[in-house]
């Protein structure tokens, strides 16, 4: 075999034509195998070099090798052009067009019962207070013995309680916490337990499970009149500048002396309407000094210490506030109920 029937010339148009015409990056891969590869044109050339004439073996040598240089150069090129083109092509495809007009999925809301949660703990935890966890199931001691409410009293009657087994019980109100709490820290303290509380009463301003916020605070000189400066702070800020609080006598075995407080109502300050029902006045939560018993069952001296403690239903606190009148609104879980008190 000599210079001529390699027919390098010919072989080198041919790659040539077939590099023009590969127009992706795989036609371009398929012809370097094509060419390159184990068993590629170029390859072959290379090996027949064995067979030219010793005195031509330089300059075929150079000549192959001066086209294969050539090809990969080429290809090499091609590869980068063809690469970015692929590049361009994926980018304008999948490209958005934010002009389309599309209805957007539908967004939720935060549910109106947490948003009162969420503000009246705002305000404590910013005056002050930490904010307590106190289990939903509950033994018999922690919601009604300790708070003085001892096996057969008349008090137990006040709230009809779901019974777990002797002894365990679903929490009927947030006062347990009073105790957890009491019974873990010392004094000074001043905390607030919101959660979940279960009775058996069913109509449409009572849910079998509702929602309460217990306070507490245990210092030494501790007075009703701190209590009474702390919930118009704490009304006034829930229900407005302008809104008054008054205390009524009540009877709960675990504060002494006891009241229900009131709030000026928000609706019609005071000349009567639907929400206070005429009277100008909204109960809104249940209050006292913590009885001397409480404060012994916990370990605290009742002559060194004093403490005020008050308990709110903050479904009905949403429901004055969100001119709901059916309990069950606030568990059908609707979203576009809910979405009326984004
Ligand atoms: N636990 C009482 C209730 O559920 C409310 C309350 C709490 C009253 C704290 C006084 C002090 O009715």
Known sequence: MNLEELKLDELRADALDKLRRADSEKALSELKTLLFGKAGTLTALMRTLKDIPPEQKPQAG??????????????????KVLHKKAIDAALNAESADLTIDKPIRAVGAIHPLNQIRKRLTDYFVGNGYIVYDSPEVETDY???????????????DMQDTFFI??????RTQTSGGQVRLMEQYKPPLK?????????????????????????????KNVTLCDLKGTLEGFAKFIFGDDTVIRFRPSYFPFTEPSVEVDVSCFNCHGSGCRVCKNTGWVEILGAGMVNRKVLENCGIDPDEYHGF??????????????????????????????????
Request: net charge negative.
């Open 62 to 79: 150079k000549l192959i090798n001066d086209v294969r240089v050539e090809l990969i150069e080429l290809c090499n090129a091609q590869e």
């Open 191 to 219: 905390m607030i337990c919101p959660g979940r509380v279960f009775r058996n009463d069913d109509d449409s301003t009572h849910s079998p499970v509702f929602h309460q916020m217990e306070g507490l605070v245990v210092d």
């Open 165 to 170: 087994n002797d002894g365990i019980l679903l």
């Open 142 to 156: 922690y919601n009604f013995q300790a708070l003085n409410i001892p096996p057969d009293h008349p008090a137990r």
């Open 309 to 342: 403690a008050f308990g709110m239903g903050l479904d009905r606190i949403t429901m004055i506030q969100c001119g709901i009148n059916d309990i069950k609104q606030l568990w059908e879980n609707d979203v576009r109920f809910l979405r009326m008190f984004r």
